[in-house]
């Protein structure tokens, strides 16, 4: 017998040779109908794995990204030999599971139309109903070849790996392709009423512009309708609010073609930016931070020295002044630490603290540019502090409560990941271990949640990563917090400590909004351009019903303006009506309506852009409210 350790530390004895499906149905019947992968010993793998020795296994259903990966992967293939079906001849490319769902890359004459794609979604619902078994089996190198000689891009995807690395393939009825796996048993484990193909775009083949334009079809695949439903519901209002849409309609930022990456924020697009940004120096100046301001372009020679050059140097704009060489600069530490050594520091002066609304660039494949999603330049909220050692735990914890904070006015949720050190990186590995236990401490001081994220640190050090859920589920990675011990060393940075001698000091690089433009198109998605008062570029909009309340309706506006709101009138000559609605469409948070009866008592008729209506009241009753409202920032 072999011993294998459950999740929830059972040891249950099971014979050498059982599967993983096998003891699934031995723990339970409803968890073995619902199973779609297994991890053992930390790998996930098909449920039909034999075991052969003593391990940890834990069973993975949809509700496990194991088990949903497994599940979608197996879509994959169902779509790839569909295609092969109804189109011979294609050839295939790559096709992976990806996070809500699939895709499947195709060399083929024929142009996938979105008429072809309900053909092919109908043709993978008969794979679907032939419940085909899977069955995974490998090759030596030469076999494998042999198998795939008419398929050019699985011929180059074997040949790049090692030469002695056997070769995995997945066969289902007359379809076998190159795969490393998991999959589904057969293929009826698939719900056909929860399958659908959503669009084909273009690829190139390994995301490379120098090689051949592909097609790749999109799909989806869940276990429940229910979920299907849900799931494309969450996509059609993902585009609704689409930052890009929402953006054009209430004239916050504008794209142009000559300026491909670079974002123009309009007047109430600036407004919102200046909010944040006021928001973000109230905050630090009372967690003792000091705002600095550093170059945008600096020598190359910082660069290289800083260890940017030899990581990121295809990812900076560059430039020659007086025979010098120049790299506009795509993030702020550099600068930051011109500034700690422009003067003697003693650890009296530690921690130092320092914060810089940098506006950072970076070269972007035209391919990846999205609206302020992903931007080639972009303004970044970073801070730097340097500390003493003793002091690294305090500091992460503050930092951590500082994103707290921050966030809360939001009202997002978040999670957390720790990332370790990736294998291109500075530093001793000892100093990188000390500097992952220093991180792993302050959050377990704090009692945070976190996932280890092993490999994924910047170069020169372990980080935490903060990861937003807005409105619709989905996740934002923004805030950063990284220890570095590494360009203190390579810019032998000093303080004078209590025993008078010269020490090392310890750099954290940080950032809360991330990227500010990123997070405003964040904001406007969050939202759906509705944001809350303290950020509306409009806050209040003044409405006369008639000509009559125009004076009045003047009068009110002036007093609402002095008193630091911001407010517009509505004076066109339409019925009032149709000026709500358009100050609803507009995402206006507040309507003061005047007519006869509000000129004569001196009160404005309130209502809000959700069509509620707070009745009558004195501009000083309102401006009370809605003072209260932004200085809550509720």
Request: with cysteine.
């Amino acid at each position: 017998m072999i011993n294998l350790t459950l999740k929830d530390g059972r040891i249950i004895p099971v014979e050498p040779g059982n599967t993983c499906y096998q003891v699934a149905e031995g723990i339970s019947q409803g968890l073995a109908r619902n199973a779609m992968a297994a991890e053992v010993d930390g790998l996930v793998v098909d449920l039909n794995t034999p075991l052969t020795k003593d391990a940890e296994i834990n069973i993975l259903t949809f509700a496990d990204e194991g088990g949903r990966l497994a599940y979608r992967h197996t879509g994959a293939h169902i779509l790839a030999q569909a295609v092969l079906r109804l189109f011979p001849g294609t050839q295939l490319a790559i096709g992976p599971a990806i996070k809500d769902g699939f895709y499947y890359d195709f060399d083929s004459e024929t142009t996938f139309t979105p008429e072809l794609l309900e053909t092919i979604e109908a043709e993978m619902k008969k794979i679907i109903a032939e419940k085909l078994p899977i069955e995974h089996f490998i090759l030596p190198r030469g076999e494998a070849l042999a198998l795939v000689a008419d398929e050019p891009y699985k011929v180059e995807l074997i040949e790049d790996l090692p030469a002695d690395e056997p070769i995995s393939f997945y066969r289902q009825g007359e379809f076998t392709d190159l795969c490393a796996g998991p999959h589904m048993q057969n293929t009826g484990d698939l719900k056909a009423n929860g399958l659908c193909l959503q669009n084909c775009t273009g690829a190139y083949w390994r995301g490379d512009a120098k090689n051949k334009m592909l097609q790749r079809i999109y799909g989806t695949c869940f276990p429940k309708k229910a979920e299907l439903d849900e799931h494309l519901e969450r996509i059609e209002e993902a585009k609704k609010r689409d930052h890009r849409k929402i953006g054009r309609e209430l004239g916050l930022f504008l794209l142009r073609d000559e300026a491909p990456g670079f974002p123009f924020f309009l007047p109430h697009g600036m407004t919102i930016k200046n909010g944040l940004i006021d928001y973000w120096r109230e905050v630090h100046h009372r967690a003792g931070y000091q705002e600095i301001g550093t170059p945008v372009m600096l020598s190359q020679t910082l660069w290289e020295r800083s260890g940017h050059w030899g990581h990121y140097s295809n990812n900076m704009y560059t430039s020659n002044v007086d025979e010098t060489d120049f790299a506009i600069k795509p993030m702020n530490c550099p600068g930051g630490i011109l500034v700690y050594e422009a003067e003697p520091r003693s650890y009296r002066d530690l921690p130092f603290r320092i914060g810089e609304l940098g506006l950072v660039h970076r070269h972007e494949f035209s391919g990846a540019l999205h609206g302020l999603m992903r931007v080639r330049c972009f303004t970044q909220d970073d801070a730097h502090i340097l500390m003493t050692p003793d002091q690294i735990r305090d500091e992460i914890k503050n930092v951590i409560e500082l994103v707290d904070e921050i966030y809360s006015p939001f009202g997002f949720k978040y999670h957390i990941e720790l990332s370790t050190m990736p294998e291109d990186h500075m530093g001793e590995v000892t100093t990188w271990d000390t500097a992952i236990a220093a991180l792993k401490a302050a959050l377990d001081d704090l009692g945070k949640d976190y996932i280890i994220n092993e490999g994924d640190g910047a170069f020169y050090g372990p980080k935490i990563d903060f990861h937003l859920e807005d409105c619709l589920g989905r996740t934002w990675q923004c805030g950063t917090i990284q220890l570095d011990f590494n360009l203190p060393e390579r810019f032998d940075l000093e303080y004078i400590g209590p025993d008078g001698e010269k020490h090392r000091p310890v750099l954290i690089h940080r950032a809360i909004f991330g990227s500010l433009e990123r997070f405003i198109a964040i904001l406007i998605e969050h939202f759906a351009g509705a944001f809350p008062l303290w950020l509306a570029p409009v806050q209040a909009r003044v409405l006369p019903i008639t000509d009559r309340a125009k004076e009045a309706a003047t009068a009110v506006a002036a007093e609402l303006e002095a008193a630091g709101i911001r407010v517009d009138t509505d004076f066109r000559n339409e019925k009032i009506g149709y000026k709500i609605r358009e100050a609803q469409v507009q995402k206006v948070p507040y309507m003061l309506v005047l007519g006869d009866r509000e000129v004569e008592t001196g009160e404005v008729s309130v209502r809000t852009r959700t069509g509620g209506d707070q009745g009558a009241m004195t501009v000083a009753q309102f401006l009370t409210q809605a003072q209260e409202e932004i200085r809550t920032r509720a």
